[in-house]
């Protein structure tokens, strides 16, 4: 602004043989800076495909080719780049989709908080995107007044980062990027969640619409989904100490363990101890009647995300429910969306490549029924779909309530124990009914018949072969005898295979399906000739 401040006095003051010399410096100046939003360069958002209609189209804007929020400026960013140092313990997480169960979780951890249930443990200035762009400096005096360490989140691409990256050494306990990437389907859902099922719904489509306008790669909030995830692998890759990227899949499991290792890892990362990891996990699936009092001090926009009594989101329900979008979708879309996994599946990071090869499996790659739904907590038990933990009816369970995956509630029966004899009785039975029925003994006419024999020779002729065992190459001098009249034809186009009679430019055809399966080595013999003694042998493995 000084800088455009200082060129206007200078237009005004010179003559008019240097004022569109200025004025020419003026706009370099301007787009050396990148100051599209200080000089009005806003569009409409675009054209998503057909199908999708923006509910709330001035909820948004498109800079440079990406959608941001309305109220985004790109000046105020900018300035926070070169003015806002990250300061030790700092931890910045940064998810392209949306996320709030998790958040609390990874908040709780940082900040050092003993329940992630706790009200107001997101406060406005934790969410980047939010606060900063509005007035960078309000926002930076802020948080330089935060005692202890402190937790951000933001959904931008490394280009677009609110702070100056890479950060400074530190002695103690460096700031830290923690990046959660998880399986595009699972992404594409939470993002088709928070645009189209939220409070502030800004998008009307089906989940088969917007799987399309992701593989045209046309839905580019905060930019593309999958460029999103190369670029931060990337930076990882160039910064190890400071940025590094996890599952946030693993974070919505429903079973307490994965979440427990996952949030293990990144409490090793960001230098807390393993103890405290066990009792935010174990809070976390713990119910609580005040629920929704605790998540209205959070974004209304993402309070869907919190379902019955489970803080965490779940991956397995959206993976399932994008397979049956998908399946429902025409073979277009299909092809589209293996395009853009290929992206991820080719790319050199490990952790891009393994995803994107979970999703390539489809519905092969989701978990199993049982892993999607609350198999515990007060609204599955009263409703009667929880599972009993077999082990708690026993008393020799040897998970807590919380950390165990299966209800551990008062009120179901305790199942009895067939003796020994009816167990043994049950196993025989069982491991009968597991053995496959044998196939019926294949005629004479086409049980197998080893082969002779074959020199290791490729493409050669050899004269004089001795035929196979299984196989009389000498032309039948009759036609075949039947029970049916045949017309006559030449001895020298049929020959004897198997008890069988073949023309002899079907010899390798019938050869190699005759065979069988069993061989090492197929042997493939080529038209016979005159009497059959001569014949081109090829091998191949």
Not at 98 to 116: C, F, N, Q, T
Not at 185 to 192: L, P
Not at 373 to 401: D, M, Q, W
Not at 520 to 530: E, F, L, N
């Amino acid at each position: 602004r000084e800088e455009m401040e200082k060129m206007k006095r200078a237009v005004a003051e010179s003559d008019a043989s240097t004022e569109c010399q200025v004025i020419a410096d003026l706009v370099k100046a301007i787009a050396a800076m990148n100051w599209s939003h200080s000089i009005g360069v806003r569009e409409q958002p675009p054209d998503l495909g057909p199908g999708i209609r923006f509910i709330r189209p001035v909820c948004f804007q498109t800079i440079y080719g990406d959608m941001y929020p309305s109220w985004w400026s790109v000046d105020e960013v900018q300035h926070a780049q070169q003015a806002w140092e990250a300061r030790e313990g700092d931890v910045f997480l940064v998810c392209h989709f949306p996320l709030l169960g998790i958040e609390r979780l990874l908040s709780a951890m940082v900040e050092g908080h003993k329940d992630p249930w706790k009200v107001g443990i997101l406060p406005p200035h934790h969410y980047l995107d939010h606060s900063l762009p509005h007035d960078a400096r309000s926002f930076i005096e802020q948080a330089d007044g935060l005692s202890g360490r402190r937790c951000f989140s933001t959904h931008t691409v490394p280009a677009s980062f609110p702070a100056k990256l890479p950060f400074k050494q530190t002695k103690n306990k460096p700031p830290k990027v923690v990046v959660l990437v998880g399986d595009p389907r699972h992404s594409v859902v939470a993002t088709y969640k928070f645009l189209t099922h939220s409070e502030c719904r800004f998008v009307d489509s089906s989940l088969e619409d917007f799987i399309r306008c992701v593989g045209r790669a046309k839905y580019r909030l905060f930019g593309d989904y999958f460029e999103h995830g190369l670029a931060w692998a990337e930076e990882a890759r160039k910064h190890p100490d400071h940025i590094r990227m996890f599952d946030a899949g693993r974070l919505g499991s429903l079973d307490p363990k994965v979440v427990r290792e996952e949030l293990g890892s990144i409490a090793d990362y960001v230098g807390i101890p393993r103890e405290e990891v066990s009792q935010l996990v174990a809070a976390a699936f713990r119910h609580r009647s005040n629920a929704g009092e605790v998540l209205s001090s959070d974004r209304a926009a993402l309070r869907y995300l919190i379902e019955g009594d489970h803080l965490l989101e779940r991956t397995g329900q959206n993976l399932s429910y994008f397979e049956s979008g998908l399946n429902a979708a025409p073979a277009e879309v299909h092809e589209l969306w293996r395009a853009r996994l290929k992206e991820w599946t080719g790319s050199p990071y490990d952790e891009l490549r393994q995803l994107g090869n979970a999703a390539m499996k489809g519905m092969s790659g989701t978990p199993p029924q049982c892993k999607t739904v609350l198999l515990k907590g007060p609204t599955a038990h009263n409703s009667g779909t929880c599972k009993p933990c077999v082990f708690a009816l026993r008393g020799i369970c040897r998970n807590e309530e919380e950390m165990c995956l299966y209800c551990h509630a008062d009120g179901h029966p305790k199942a009895k124990r067939p003796r020994k004899k009816t167990r043994q009785w049950l196993k025989a039975k069982r491991s009968e009914e597991s053995i496959r029925t044998p196939s019926p003994s294949p005629s004479p006419r086409n049980q197998y018949r080893p082969l002779a024999p074959v020199p290791p020779i490729d493409g050669t002729f050899i004269r004089n072969l001795p035929p196979p065992a299984f196989i009389a190459t000498s032309p039948s001098t009759a036609p075949p005898q039947s029970g049916c009249s045949l017309p006559s034809v030449s001895p020298i186009a049929v020959a004897t295979l198997s008890g069988g009679y073949w023309p002899p430019s079907a010899m390798g055809t019938a050869i190699g399906s005759t065979v069988g399966p069993g061989l090492s080595t197929a042997v493939r013999m080529a038209d016979a000739v005159g009497s059959g003694t001569v014949a081109q042998v090829g091998r191949s493995v």
